[in-house]
């Protein structure tokens, strides 16, 4: 005969009376019979019962029938009881009983229930109920996107904000810090191919033995998941190379222990459009040898609320110095909320054709950039004879210089540079780019800030060529922002960027530089000639901080822990509720899904909750 497996969940419960002494004079009567059973949940292969606690259980006896042939009986402690390795499409009946020292009660009345593939009374909860609106309230869903239209994910905006990543996929769990290609590690998940929700249940550092490739479509990526304080990566760097990406609360610092030349995470496309629909939200990217964070040649994109700091300037490379902040380009592409500090320089180089020839729009919006050296932002250029150029937005950007900053280099943009590189591309003349720009703030410069075509090192006749009077859009899906003004910026993203773990909590890099962005410092020098908070090795900076966590229980690991399908009555028991939408009033985002904002609904609240919504 068939050995059927059941599965017995507890409840912990507190009693109202405790600590204090039992006087014995209580003798026990026997319970009555358990009432409201009820289907909580089915699968092909099972079954999940729960019901209303009878006072005086101890424990409850159940049974499980097929027609009048007992098929499994179990005991449970708790009102619920999970009964697996059933046949699909098989109609089945149970009942209960309450079990205390005095004895047991009569069975309850049968209640029918079939697996899937046969018709099933209502699972509770049914997935077609209306949400009640006091649970949806407590996600914080910005009020701006109640327009019924899903994102990717509450609060994703720009040009990657329509993304799906892994929606609809399966839910793969990293388990382990190990990087390998063994099911559990974050580098098997990456390179399953077939839509895929990636979460932790593990905190600390992953040490890639090699760069980490997504090359997979249809990806999420949710850090947030990691237990107590977070992921972090190290070593090597993560390369996107797929379409269809959304990667959030992941910190890549890469260091230069394994002495390699690269960027901490990149996009590096030398194929227009060839990857598109990604956007990386609250990433936190340092301690590059090359770039900490390049994106370029891809098609609507979005790089919002990250922190990218301290690229390691006097290093590994082999030009030398270098410390840069990014390459920034694309088509449709949004680089947003973000903080850049302590970089020598590209902070960032907006892309040229010798990277890309895609000619954009990119904007660049309510960024912060901290206490650059030799240069904040440039670059622009087209080579090409048939008056082509690039699109840029710059708009509502926070600088600020600091101690390392050279006071020759205090300006918004430089579009006047001329790579050698391009030269080589087109057989016409180099040309810059076109620029729109406005609510630009440069702390200390009172008339750059007011008129920010001061902020450049273009002469009046090409600023007369490159000046745009209106904001380049984007086509042909329209995107959305939260725009604020330069000031309301930095407070923003100094109090909501970066990567956090389900804790919610940024690691203490993150909290230095923020820190030392707000107060115009810095505590770090350079081991190599380095000055001024830029930094030449990751122990310049105490190097890499442990990250802690224990996961919490997920009965039948669907990603959602049992805390949270408790909280908002979902069926621990039973995985297929993940993709459900019975928590979304709007129906649509799946409930895993508003699980991964629930862990962060309070830093898109504090992110989000201010400015004006609208067409980029």
């Known amino acids: 005969m068939k050995k059927y497996l059941f599965i017995l969940l507890s409840l912990v419960f507190l009693a109202a009376t405790c600590g204090e002494k039992d006087n014995g004079n209580d003798t026990p009567t026997v319970p009555g019979v358990p009432e409201g059973i009820k289907l909580h949940s089915a699968t092909e292969t099972s079954l999940a019962f729960q019901w209303t606690p009878t006072e005086g259980a101890t424990s409850y006896d159940w049974r499980l029938l097929q027609g009048a042939t007992e098929v499994t009986t179990g005991t449970s402690t708790a009102r619920n009881a999970l009964i697996t390795e059933l046949t699909p499409g098989t109609a089945y009946r149970f009942s209960a009983r309450s079990v205390n020292a005095a004895g047991s009660s009569a069975w309850s009345a049968f209640v029918e229930a079939a697996t899937l593939g046969s018709e099933n009374p209502d699972p509770d909860p049914d997935p077609d109920t209306p949400v009640d609106p006091t649970v949806y309230e407590q996600f914080l869903i910005p009020a701006s996107e109640e327009d019924g239209r899903a994102r990717a994910f509450p609060g994703a905006e720009g040009g990657g904000m329509w993304a799906t990543g892994g929606r609809g996929g399966k839910i793969l769990h990293v388990n382990s810090l190990e990087d390998t290609t063994k099911e559990g590690t974050l580098r098997w998940a990456v390179t399953q191919n077939y839509p895929r929700i990636i979460v932790f249940d593990v905190a600390g550092i992953i040490e890639l033995k090699s760069t980490l490739n997504i090359n997979r479509n249809d990806v999420t990526i949710a850090g947030q998941t990691a237990p107590g304080d977070g992921i972090c990566l190290k070593n090597y760097r993560v390369a996107i190379n797929a379409s269809n990406v959304v ?77 840069y902040g990014g390459i920034w380009g694309g088509t449709n592409a949004t680089y947003l909320h973000n903080l850049l500090a302590h970089h020598d320089s590209r902070n960032p180089r907006i892309d040229h054709d010798y990277v890309s020839t895609q000619k954009g729009p990119v904007s660049l919006v309510n960024n912060v950039v901290y206490n650059w050296g030799s240069n904040t932002c440039y670059g ?32 918004f943009i430089d579009p006047t540079t001329s790579c050698s590189n391009c030269s080589a591309l087109g057989t016409g003349p180099i040309v810059p780019g076109h620029f729109y720009m406005t609510g630009n703030f440069m702390e200390g410069n009172a008339s750059m800030s007011y008129d920010n075509w001061k902020g450049t090192t273009a002469s009046s006749g090409t600023i007369a060529t490159i000046r745009s009077e209106t904001p380049f859009t984007y086509a042909p899906e329209t995107a959305y922002m939260t725009l604020l003004g330069a000031g309301d910026a930095f407070d923003a993203v100094l109090g909501c960027a970066g990567a956090v773990g389900a804790s919610g909590n940024r690691d203490t890099v993150d909290e230095r530089v923020t820190a030392e962005t707000r107060n115009g410092t810095y505590s770090c020098k350079g081991s190599n000639g380095s000055s001024g908070g830029l930094i030449d090795s990751q122990t310049d900076a105490g190097g890499w901080p442990e990250y802690k966590g224990e996961a919490s229980n997920d009965s039948d690991a669907d990603g959602m822990p049992d805390w949270f399908e408790d909280q908002f009555g979902l069926a621990k028991f039973n995985p297929s509720d993940a993709s459900a939408k019975s928590l979304d009033m709007h129906k649509r985002y799946t409930n895993i899904e508003m699980y991964l904002h629930y862990l962060v609904r309070h830093i898109v609240s504090g992110g989000n909750g201010k400015g004006t919504y609208t067409i980029i």
């Open 380 to 411: 622009g250029e087209s080579a090409n004879n048939q008056g082509l150029f690039k699109q840029y937005n710059l708009i509502c950007n926070y600088y600020k210089p600091g101690p390392a900053t050279s006071s020759k280099k205090i300006w």
């Open 247 to 323: 990667i959030r609360h992941i910190r890549c610092r890469m260091g230069d222990e394994k002495q390699t030349e690269d960027d901490a995470m990149n996009i590096m496309s030398h194929e227009n459009g060839q990857f598109k629909d990604i956007i990386i939200d609250h990433c936190s990217l340092s301690w590059s040898t090359d770039e900490c964070a390049s994106f370029y040649g891809m098609d609507n994109f979005t790089l919002q609320w990250c922190i990218i700091s301290e690229s390691l300037r006097n290093s590994i490379h082999g030009k030398g110095s270098h410390g």
